[in-house]
């Protein structure tokens, strides 16, 4: 099974449900894609994140009525430097799809998706406690795993792996 | 983790209610596990479960090792299910190399995988029973359970902590024996399960303590992202092994049980169902086994066979290479997911092309099961609580990472 290169162009993937589903409903919002492994990614402006969401979620055609996961890579010293990563599965069509949406490092916020899917509390807590994300409209944005008094976000990259800060 | 500043979000609203404490130390949060609850007399108004007691950070050591160095890791997440974690690792990094596995190793581990969810579902089957105040199946499950650690160590040297899979295949053939003790283990085992069911099925007092209780919706689990035995119960027919198979499970018969009722019951049919179909899929696995190595060929990322490490050049010189410099994975991301006896437990595995992952995440099932919670409980009396954290079985090194 050799590693076939990943397909970035738009016109080349409109045929997936979830693609065609988010350039029909606005153009705009899609970014960039990228078919790699047999998973299909969806860069997405950070401003429509939400509503993305609820359309993929009440799509017929797609269906993705169950959020897998949140969570997030730190790319520094890149610019943008975070991509906060979704993972949606459609229990009725078993298929997977990964949205994804660029933050830069002065100001990370993006707005929250438990109104879409109230699963999402616990996942976005602990994107804002590791890498320091803010969730906008999260009902209650904490420290989940690390202490309340704790300085610095983990997971980021410049925080150091071992010794003290 | 609130253990230093005051309880934020619940505070007495009325004179009526008031704030109790459970955990983290309690007997039946099955771990560390703090609730803290707002209660009514009996009942529960708010209830708000408090993680992270046993964070560790294993998400960021693993940025800091090799990718073969990662496995036993995996392990240390979860200590009921080992081989899931180490299955699933395996697989998001064979998929990030484009790595074909021989079919023997994949049987195999789908037969450890199988019996790493009996292994789990007993001692959730143990100690669930054991907080309702059934104190007998305790003892039975953990006699069944006993076996299996035996079958893992004999497997692996070791009772818990397998880290017996590897990247590209399997640590090793397994030894003289252990195909005849699985065998006499799925022989004996479903008579087994009718002892569990004796016990409890058709147990009033059981019966009492969990039908009705800590109900949830088919969309309220969907909406919470729960998954596994906790979706299922609610009547949502979906398993990672039947509807996106990996490890060929494809080639396994079994049927997913389903209950539709949502409450603690349901749950509680469908794992003991769970246990019949596991063994069943065991038993598949030891009458199909195929003949053929149990690792991959590709020398650069899989360690030789001592004895060709120790003859041949080549293989020395791969040997030295794997363990002092690891393997350059390329660059890409992958989200695997398997059915663990827990539910979806999903690695997103981020390479940028170097021997060490750029990022690890693990997608734990507990975590999401455990929002559930609140839905569960809140308005029904303190003594379901109980009930609720066990039908959900949580295991907290899961959920904190």
Same mark, same amino acid.
């Given at each position: 099974?050799?590693l076939?290169?990943?397909?970035?162009?738009?016109?080349?993937?409109?045929?997936?449900?979830?693609?065609a589903?988010?350039?029909?409903?606005?153009?705009?919002?899609?970014?960039?894609?990228?078919?790699?492994?047999?998973?299909?990614?969806?860069?997405?402006?950070?401003?429509?994140?939400?509503?993305?969401?609820?359309?993929?979620?009440?799509?017929?055609?797609?269906?993705?009525?169950?959020?897998?996961?949140?969570?997030?890579?730190?790319?520094?010293?890149?610019?943008?430097?975070?991509?906060?990563?979704?993972?949606?599965?459609?229990?009725?069509?078993?298929?997977?799809?990964?949205?994804?949406?660029?933050?830069?490092?002065?100001?990370?916020?993006?707005?929250?998706?438990?109104?879409?899917?109230?699963?999402?509390?616990?996942?976005?807590?602990?994107?804002?406690?590791?890498?320091?994300?803010?969730?906008?409209?999260?009902?209650?944005?904490?420290?989940i795993?690390?202490?309340?008094?704790?300085?610095?976000?983990?997971?980021?990259?410049?925080?150091?792996?071992?010794g003290?800060? | 983790?609130?253990?230093?500043?005051?309880?934020?979000?619940?505070?007495?609203?009325?004179?009526?209610?008031?704030?109790?404490?459970?955990?983290p130390?309690?007997?039946?949060?099955?771990?560390?596990?703090?609730?803290?609850?707002?209660?009514?007399g009996?009942?529960?108004?708010?209830?708000?479960?408090?993680?992270?007691?046993?964070?560790?950070?294993?998400?960021?050591?693993?940025?800091?090792?090799?990718?073969?160095?990662?496995? &036993?890791?995996?392990?240390?997440i979860?200590?009921?299910?080992?081989?899931?974690?180490?299955?699933?690792?395996?697989?998001?990094?064979?998929?990030?190399?484009?790595?074909?596995?021989?079919?023997?190793?994949?049987?195999?581990?789908?037969?450890?995988?199988?019996?790493?969810?009996?292994?789990?579902?007993?001692?959730?089957?143990?100690?669930?029973?054991?907080?309702?105040?059934?104190?007998?199946?305790?003892?039975y499950?953990?006699?069944?359970?006993?076996?299996?650690?035996?079958?893992?160590?004999?497997?692996?040297?070791?009772?818990?902590?397998?880290?017996?899979?590897?990247?590209?295949?399997?640590?090793?053939?397994? &030894?003289?024996?252990?195909?005849?003790?699985v065998?006499d283990?799925?022989?004996?085992?479903?008579?087994?399960?009718?002892?569990?069911?004796?016990?409890?099925?058709?147990?009033?007092?059981?019966?009492?303590?969990?039908?009705?209780?800590?109900?949830?919706?088919?969309?309220?689990?969907?909406?919470?992202s729960?998954?596994?035995?906790?979706?299922?119960?609610?009547?949502?027919?979906?398993?990672?092994?039947?509807?996106?198979?990996?490890?060929?499970?494809e080639?396994?018969?079994?049927?997913?049980?389903?209950?539709?009722?949502?409450?603690?019951?349901?749950r509680?049919?469908?794992?003991?169902?769970?246990?019949?179909?596991?063994?069943?899929?065991?038993?598949?696995?030891?009458?199909?086994?195929?003949?053929? &190595?149990?690792?991959?060929?590709?020398?650069?990322?899989?360690?030789?066979?001592?004895?060709?490490?120790?003859?041949?050049?080549e293989?020395?010189?791969?040997?030295?290479?794997?363990?002092?410099?690891?393997?350059?994975?390329?660059?890409?991301?992958?989200?695997?997911?398997?059915?663990?006896?827990?539910?979806?437990?999903?690695?997103?595995?981020?390479?940028?092309?170097?021997?060490?992952?750029?990022?690890?995440?693990?997608?734990?099932?507990?975590?999401?099961?455990?929002?559930?919670? &609140?839905?569960?409980c809140?308005?029904?009396?303190?003594?379901?609580v109980?009930?609720?954290?066990?039908?959900?079985?949580?295991?907290?090194?899961?959920?904190?990472?």
């Amino acid at each position: 099974m050799a590693l076939s290169p990943a397909i970035t162009d738009l016109e080349e993937l409109k045929s997936h449900p979830a693609v065609a589903c988010l350039t029909a409903w606005n153009p705009a919002a899609v970014q960039g894609v990228k078919f790699d492994r047999d998973e299909m990614t969806i860069y997405l402006d950070s401003a429509h994140l939400r509503e993305a969401c609820v359309i993929l979620r009440d799509d017929r055609e797609c269906a993705f009525n169950f959020l897998s996961d949140v969570t997030c890579v730190d790319w520094t010293p890149a610019e943008p430097r975070f991509e906060v990563v979704y993972h949606l599965l459609s229990i009725s069509k078993k298929e997977r799809v990964r949205l994804k949406v660029r933050l830069g490092s002065a100001n990370p916020v993006v707005e929250s998706v438990t109104s879409v899917w109230p699963g999402a509390n616990f996942f976005e807590c602990e994107v804002f406690d590791l890498f320091g994300i803010r969730f906008s409209g999260h009902p209650y944005l904490r420290r989940i795993q690390m202490p309340e008094d704790w300085e610095g976000h983990p997971l980021r990259k410049d925080y150091p792996v071992e010794g003290y800060r | 983790m609130a253990h230093l500043a005051p309880t934020p979000v619940i505070e007495p609203g009325q004179d009526r209610t008031m704030i109790l404490n459970m955990g983290p130390q309690h007997p039946s949060t099955h771990g560390v596990l703090r609730v803290i609850l707002e209660i009514d007399g009996e009942n529960i108004v708010r209830i708000m479960p408090d993680i992270g007691y046993l964070h560790t950070g294993i998400e960021k050591t693993c940025e800091a090792k090799f990718y073969q160095q990662v496995v &036993p890791l995996t392990d240390r997440i979860d200590y009921l299910c080992p081989m899931t974690n180490n299955l699933c690792y395996v697989l998001a990094v064979e998929k990030l190399l484009g790595l074909e596995i021989p079919p023997k190793a994949q049987w195999l581990r789908v037969l450890l995988n199988e019996l790493t969810r009996i292994n789990s579902h007993l001692v959730w089957l143990g100690t669930h029973a054991l907080d309702i105040g059934a104190m007998t199946v305790f003892l039975y499950c953990f006699r069944e359970r006993e076996e299996i650690l035996k079958i893992f160590e004999i497997v692996s040297g070791q009772r818990m902590m397998t880290s017996y899979f590897r990247i590209g295949g399997i640590a090793l053939e397994p &030894p003289l024996g252990f195909f005849d003790r699985v065998r006499d283990f799925a022989g004996y085992f479903p008579e087994k399960v009718d002892e569990y069911e004796n016990l409890l099925t058709e147990n009033p007092i059981w019966g009492m303590r969990t039908k009705g209780v800590a109900i949830i919706t088919a969309e309220d689990a969907i909406a919470l992202s729960a998954s596994g035995p906790t979706l299922r119960g609610s009547g949502v027919d979906i398993d990672l092994r039947r509807d996106m198979p990996y490890s060929s499970y494809e080639k396994f018969q079994f049927r997913v049980p389903i209950a539709t009722e949502g409450d603690v019951f349901a749950r509680y049919m469908c794992r003991v169902q769970e246990l019949r179909e596991s063994i069943g899929i065991v038993r598949q696995a030891l009458d199909g086994m195929p003949e053929g &190595p149990i690792k991959a060929d590709a020398p650069k990322v899989v360690l030789p066979d001592r004895e060709k490490m120790k003859t041949q050049m080549e293989a020395l010189i791969y040997h030295f290479k794997i363990i002092t410099e690891g393997f350059a994975v390329p660059a890409g991301e992958v989200y695997q997911a398997v059915e663990s006896p827990r539910g979806e437990m999903g690695y997103y595995i981020v390479s940028d092309g170097t021997a060490k992952p750029y990022r690890v995440h693990m997608r734990a099932a507990c975590l999401a099961n455990l929002q559930t919670l &609140p839905t569960m409980c809140e308005g029904r009396l303190l003594a379901d609580v109980v009930a609720a954290i066990g039908s959900i079985d949580i295991v907290l090194g899961e959920i904190d990472r």
